[in-house]
């Protein structure tokens, strides 16, 4: 907006084109104001559709109460006369007031007022229990409705801190420019207006047609416009809305637990790892800038953000699918809000380029790529710059990073890969931490085998604690275990905070050999080859002549009837190969460890945006950790794997915030075979994990969790001190005959 104005062109336009000019301003502040409102709108009209949901739904499951309930509510004494003859359901009789139910034989004032009174409690309660749960293969009007608003107000709000970013500059000077220019409408008070007044409002006149003719004026405008018409996404098709909820769920429902009683409460000691009480109300104390964040916290990320940022040091060690990178993403933005410049996280190479998407999608904050060729070039630009760097751990080692780098978080995921204090990796990562203000490792699988897995963590970031933990042995006490660790380890897992998840359900599909499978048993037991004993079940030319692919087959044929994705996990390629060929190359894909890191995630998309079922073949080790495949309702593992949190977070990769349909995971077993002897190693190694690592600080008032012993025997084989492999070898041997006794 220029400082020079024609003031005559401005004289000549007093009157009638003046007032059209004022007209237009004061029709782009109310297109401005109304758009600014939209979410507030918005978010009302999602709480009176909320309410309107969990009142049918309550009435509805009091209408399968029957009147007769309500004697187990009243105190002795109340008389019930002929009230199930009038009243059926207890739904029945809360729509009616004491005197009405006073009118039925046998119940007097006294009795109708309990019994009225007893209806309301019953029905509080049963509204009280009520949530709201989206379920896309039943697709209900009230919850279409509830959620196209939902995605109305989520998008408004990305638009409407575009406008007001757009807004900031311009609108004061609209206001203010119209009030100064409002006396140009009227030819008589510009005529007895004094000769500075008639300029002031003629200067402002130019000054505003000038405004509503720039760009910024026209930018202005086109975001309001979109605001609104974003908002409008409450009128779309419902495929269309049932189809955006399926690609973002985990942002819709994150949404939807803003709301007051919309979604069950979560247990909230769960919430908060069962962490002392004491540790607890300092965590909350802890005021969480989400300014630079761009995606809506569930009420536990929140509180993990904050551990993470009050103890500085720490594991959030929560189960898969609960949003760990978000956490720490939150727990940066915080701290890039208050100041701090430079964070970095370390990765496995698979989850980079998910790391880099995660990053923009939810933060406001620079993405760095420190890997490959241009990784000396990225960093010196990350520590000039800023932002967030991501890097591998097998590239960790080889960053050009000073030893006075000025880290103010590094982050470490999947952080289970430096429990070996001895490897390259950890010692790498272990400089960084040491030489950082802050460090957050998160892992799922803090411990797979043994406690001192455990312990060797926490060395990384506590020494001092790491050292008191060496009192817990074998026999040591799992719930003063998890206490001591509190200060340094937060877990929550699926079912305590995640209400709205579908359930998982997991089933062991056994088979028995066919002839042809016992044959190729046989000879890699004779063999004593223990990778091919595990994958003979899939040596057959023939598919039809292997047990476990015909099992396979018929979950995927039944899968495909009903729509839904199917994700096959294997250790081995050349199972994946067979599976392949059995399907005719009828697969999405086969994602391998030989598939470049940044084509794993484009395979997963590929896969995700693909209309109905499809099948994806995937190494457990490659596309079973940090890819999110919530596309996938159907999960068959080919065969057992070595560790508990193999096949625990490949399902994770499904089952997991965001995932929409019931998820049924297939375990592929045979009888009489390795996978037996598997299964019995894992169920110990699993029991473990379950009481040392699953809860954090729990109470010691759950007797499971305190006074079990742990490492308890596995007789696979006489000699424990011989390796696991070699034990299963030894006992598959003595079972087929092929030797007189286990060595």
């Not at 993405?367 to 960093?379: C, F, I, K, Q, V």
């Not at 044959?519 to 004593?528: F, G, I, T």
């Not at 949190?645 to 965001?658: C, D, K, L, V």
Request: charged share 25%; hydrophobic share 45%; proline share 3%.
């Amino acid at each position: 907006m220029g400082d020079d104005v024609d003031l005559v062109a401005a004289k000549r336009k007093v009157g009638g084109v003046a007032r059209q000019v004022l007209g237009h301003v004061r029709a782009l502040v109310e297109l401005v104001d109304r758009a600014t409102a939209a979410p507030a709108a918005l978010e009302q009209a999602v709480r009176r559709r909320v309410d309107e949901l969990l009142n049918e739904q309550a009435t509805s499951n009091l209408r399968q109460l029957p009147a007769g309930r309500l004697r187990d509510v009243v105190r002795k004494g109340v008389r019930f006369g002929e009230l199930e003859k009038r009243f059926r359901t207890v739904a029945d009789v809360a729509a009616v007031p004491p005197s009405v139910l006073q009118t039925v034989p046998g119940i007097g004032a006294s009795s109708a007022e309990e019994i009225h009174k007893a209806s309301r409690q019953l029905a509080a309660q049963v509204r009280g229990e009520a949530a709201v749960r989206f379920d896309p293969d039943q697709p209900g009007r009230g919850e279409t409705s509830l959620l196209a608003l939902l995605i109305a107000w989520r998008d408004t709000q990305s638009a409407v801190a575009a406008l007001h970013a757009s807004a900031v500059n311009v609108r004061p000077h609209l206001h203010r420019l119209a009030a100064a220019a409002e006396p140009t409408g009227s030819r008589a008070k510009m005529f007895f207006s004094g000769k500075a007044a008639r300029t002031a409002a003629l200067t402002a006149l130019a000054h505003l047609e000038q405004l509503l003719d720039s760009d910024s004026a026209a930018d202005l405008h086109q975001r309001a416009t979109a605001v609104l018409h974003v908002a409008q996404y409450g009128n779309r098709p419902a495929p269309e809305v049932w189809r955006e909820y399926e690609r973002d769920a985990a942002r819709i429902n994150a949404l939807l637990a803003t709301v007051p009683g919309a979604v069950r409460a979560t247990d909230e000691e769960a919430a908060h790892g069962y962490a002392p009480a004491e540790l607890v109300k300092r965590i909350q104390a802890v005021p969480l800038n989400t300014d630079r964040l761009k995606t809506t916290l569930r009420g536990y990320q929140v509180f993990g953000a904050q551990y993470a940022i009050l103890q500085e040091r720490s594991i959030i060690g929560d189960e898969m699918g609960l949003g760990k990178t978000i956490q720490a993403l939150a727990t940066a933005a915080h701290l890039a809000a208050n100041g701090r410049t430079r964070f970095l996280v370390v990765c496995p190479a698979s989850v980079l380029v998910n790391w880099i998407n995660e990053i923009g999608k939810h933060t406001t904050l620079t993405a760095h790529a420190l890997h490959g060729a241009e990784r000396e070039g990225a960093t010196r630009v990350w520590l000039s710059r800023g932002g967030i760097a991501v890097t591998t751990f097998g590239t960790v080692a080889k960053l050009p990073v000073p030893r006075d780098h000025g880290i103010q978080l590094v982050i470490v995921d999947e952080a289970h890969y430096v429990k070996n204090k001895e490897s390259q990796r950890s010692q790498a990562v272990a400089a960084l931490v040491t030489g950082a203000e802050r460090a957050l490792f998160l892992t799922g699988t803090p411990m797979e085998n043994r406690v001192e897995e455990f312990r060797s963590l926490v060395e990384h970031l506590r020494p001092g604690l790491a050292s008191s933990l060496d009192r817990f042995g074998r026999m040591a006490r799992a719930a003063s275990f998890r206490r001591a660790v509190a200060p340094v380890y937060l877990r929550r897992n699926q079912e305590d905070v995640l209400q709205e998840l579908p359930e998982c359900l997991e089933m062991e599909d056994w088979v028995q050999f066919s002839d042809a499978d016992e044959r190729a048993y046989r000879v890699a037991v004779e063999s004593r080859n223990f990778m091919a004993m595990r994958q003979a079940a899939y040596a057959t030319p023939n598919h039809r002549d292997s047990a476990k692919m015909v099992r396979m087959l018929e979950i995927i044929e039944e899968s495909k009837a009903n729509g839904w994705k199917v994700i096959v996990f294997s250790y081995f390629r050349g199972v994946l190969d067979a599976v392949q060929r059995a399907l005719a190359c009828d697969t999405a894909g086969v994602l391998t460890g030989s598939v470049a890191a940044g084509k794993r995630q484009q395979m997963v998309d590929d896969f995700s945006r693909l209309d109905g079922h499809a099948v994806l073949l995937s190494q457990i080790e490659a596309g079973g950790v940090g890819l999110n495949v919530q596309a996938a309702s159907v999960v068959i593992i080919a065969e057992p794997q070595w560790k508990p949190s193999t096949e625990t977070q490949a399902i994770a990769r499904a089952h997991r915030m965001g995932q929409t349909r019931k998820v049924r995971v297939h375990r592929l077993l045979a009888k009489d075979s390795v996978d037996e002897r598997m299964r019995e190693i894992i169920e110990a190694k699993q029991q473990l994990f379950e009481e040392y690592a699953r809860k954090s600080a729990a109470k010691e008032a759950d007797a499971r969790a305190t006074d079990r012993s742990l490492h308890q025997p596995v007789d696979v084989a006489r000699d424990e001190a011989v390796p696991a492999e070699q034990r299963i070898i030894a006992s598959e041997r003595q079972r087929l005959g092929l030797d007189s006794s286990v060595r």
